[in-house]
């Protein structure tokens, strides 16, 4: 075997490699693919990618369906799959394992810090696109008031933790309220408070005068625009009342930010009905931002696609797409977002409740954006107003039998299926999708053999 990818250093540590006795069998937590010319297996905990040989393939394919003794195996010259935990003892129970890593892993990194590290705050859900396909459809528009906006500030500085901070500003249309951000800023900068912010925005009031507020004032390093392909396909979908909100307008946004040094991430939204167009915009943006070092673009479904049966054909569609560009000047820019891999503490904001929160308009907190009105348990003013629902939140969520025999919950988490408001009852096949292509495509930057010293830096697989 070879090791394409190590595995995260503080994961391999919390799985022990203790001496396995009597019969065994492939770990729950191990993908295998075989493309005809490589074998490959992954490991969700640790996210270590290995190259096989024919002879370990066939074993580890064998031990999904049948039990060998651990003393044969070892006989073979494959205790090294034993002690990596790809193969386990028969009676190896996956899902407590799952939960038992996942408390320790959640302790060490609360351990560290108290408080929290990042704060995503809407100071609007007004926006000034009219998106045909937005999750907040039928949302009474809310401005966040400067007296809900001093509690905010009076919340960060009792709440957050030791350190830099970070602010994410999302809506709604963030910017439709840049006097808010600029103010909760700025009063969070005389109180010497240090942070750095992020923005989820349309990109299409980024003037000039903004940008240089936005890095002076807001301390803005990161800029997630949205935009729905080619020229024709993202007018017709943002659909502006104010006719001067231009694809062109917002493609010359994203260099403004870009020529101040913002990171900028295009999210691409693609539907069967835009995804057709999707070449034609990969080549204007490269033309217009293919020398830029901090501007970058990934695809994503539109939320409504994953309810829908097709979306494994469009997940499929869409890693053609990255595929298609693959090798090309162009793969610099359009990021085909390939994970690092291995086991996540959580999934979102949902169950990241001791190291982040999110802050309504009105100062009430939710555990995720997307989710309607009525699933908030407290505010900047009370904290804690509904005990029994934080506490319930607090706990995470059941993991059901499904998740627990699935080989991505490590990667996944039990979260998204049980709560996640756009989750889909393809997702195994998706991530079967997803991790496919990882496999085929990983940019092999550091290979050892399984007998050389690792030597990788921690690194937080949220």
Not at 14 to 30: D, N
Not at 174 to 191: E, F, G, H, M, Q
Not at 333 to 338: F, Q, T, W
Not at 384 to 400: F, I, N, Q
């Amino acid at each position: 075997m070879m090791i394409l990818r190590p595995g995260m250093a503080n994961l391999e540590k919390v799985i022990s490699k203790k001496h396995v006795e009597g019969m065994c069998r492939l770990s729950g937590f191990v993908f295998l693919h075989d493309n005809g010319k490589k074998r490959f297996a992954k490991h969700t905990i640790t996210g270590e990618v290995i190259e096989l040989t024919q002879k370990e393939y066939d074993l580890l394919l064998s031990l999904k369906d049948s039990l060998q003794p651990a003393d044969k195996i070892c006989s073979m010259g494959f205790d090294v799959l034993l002690n990596k935990r790809y193969i386990v003892s028969e009676n190896y129970v996956e899902k407590d394992h799952y939960n038992d890593i996942l408390a320790i892993l959640r302790i060490m990194r609360t351990g560290k810090n108290r408080g929290f590290s990042k704060y995503t705050i809407l100071p609007t859900t007004a926006c000034n696109a009219r998106c045909a396909y937005c999750f907040e459809y039928g949302f009474v528009p809310e401005t966040m008031t400067y007296e809900t906006a001093d509690r905010v500030v009076d919340y960060i500085i009792k709440t957050k933790t030791d350190g830099k901070i970070r602010l994410e500003w999302f809506g709604g249309e963030p910017t439709v309220a840049s006097d808010i951000i600029s103010y909760i800023c700025n009063r969070l900068t005389s109180k010497g408070v240090e942070f750095a912010s992020a923005i989820v925005t349309n990109g299409s009031l980024i003037s000039a005068e903004m940008v240089e507020e936005a890095v002076n004032v807001w301390h803005l390093n990161k800029a997630q625009v949205s935009v729905d392909g080619k020229r024709a396909d993202y007018e017709l979908r943002k659909a502006y009342p104010d006719k001067r909100f231009t694809y062109d307008v917002v493609m010359d946004n994203i260099a403004r930010l870009a020529d101040s040094g913002v990171r900028v991430v295009m999210r691409c939204n693609l539907d069967r009905s835009n995804i057709s167009g999707a070449e034609e915009f990969f080549d204007d943006a490269y033309e217009r931002f293919g020398k830029y070092e901090n501007v970058r673009m990934y695809l994503a479904p539109l939320h409504q696609e994953m309810k829908l049966d097709s979306i494994t054909t469009l997940h499929q569609s869409i890693m053609d797409l990255y595929d298609l560009v693959a090798g090309t000047p162009k793969d610099k820019l359009i990021d085909a977002r390939i994970p690092r891999g291995g086991m996540r503490y959580n999934y979102c904001f949902y169950d990241a409740m001791d190291s982040a929160v999110i802050i309504m308009p009105d100062g009430s907190f939710t555990n995720c954006e997307n989710l309607p009105a009525g699933h908030n348990w407290g505010n900047v003013v009370d904290g804690v107003t509904d005990k029994e629902l934080y506490e319930k939140l607090r706990k995470g969520v059941y993991l059901d039998d499904k998740c627990s025999k699935c080989c991505f919950l490590p990667e996944c988490t039990a979260t998204r299926k049980s709560v996640c408001p756009v989750t889909n009852d393809w997702c195994y096949e998706c991530k079967v999708i997803d991790t496919v292509y990882e496999l085929e495509h990983l940019k092999i930057s550091d290979v050892k053999t399984d007998d050389e010293d690792d030597g990788q830096n921690e690194d937080d697989p949220c």
